[in-house]
Each structure stands twice: as C-alpha cells, then as structure tokens.
C-alpha cells in the first residue's frame, strides 16, 4: 500500500506541474494527504481547488470531511 500511495503522491505532483489550475487534481491531491493524516497540506489543497473552482461540490464535501477531522483535535502531521 505505502508504494502504491507514494506512486500516487508522485503523479499527482506530476500532474499540478502540468496543470497547476486544475481543481481536480489539487482535491485528490487533498484526498492523498487526509489519508496520511497531513491535514494541514490537505486543507491546503482542497481550499486550492475550491479557489480555482468555486462551485466544486466534492471539494466542498472534502473541506467539511477536513475540517471536522481538525475540529476533533486529531494531531496534525506534516507531509511525507
């Protein structure tokens, strides 16, 4: 799992360098990070994709998910 994420995280990067406006990508990129606990980078960018695309509804949702997980006190950790 831990190779398949970091081959994940590579592309993703991969990804934003070639098009670093596209909202979708910043929310998965979010969505990798909440499932390392990196709340901090993932908030980062899901509020990245909300900025690009205002009317978003699954980063909407994400940023609510994000939030609460902040909200409750869960330690906050930084990137890989």
């Given at each position: 799992l831990q190779g398949n994420?970091?081959?994940?995280?590579?592309?993703?990067?991969?990804?934003?360098?070639?098009?670093p406006s596209?909202?979708?990508t910043h929310n998965n990129l979010a969505?990798?990070?909440?499932?390392?606990?990196?709340?901090?980078?993932?908030?980062?960018?899901v509020a990245s994709a909300l900025h690009l695309r205002n009317d978003y509804g699954k980063a909407r949702a994400n940023l609510r998910h994000?939030?609460?997980r902040i909200g409750t006190g869960e330690p906050i950790e930084s990137s890989p």
């Open positions: 994420l970091q081959a994940a995280f590579e592309q993703l990067f991969k990804a934003i360098e070639l098009q596209s909202a979708e969505l990798a990070y909440l499932q390392l606990g990196a709340l901090d980078e993932a908030l980062y960018h994000i939030l609460s």
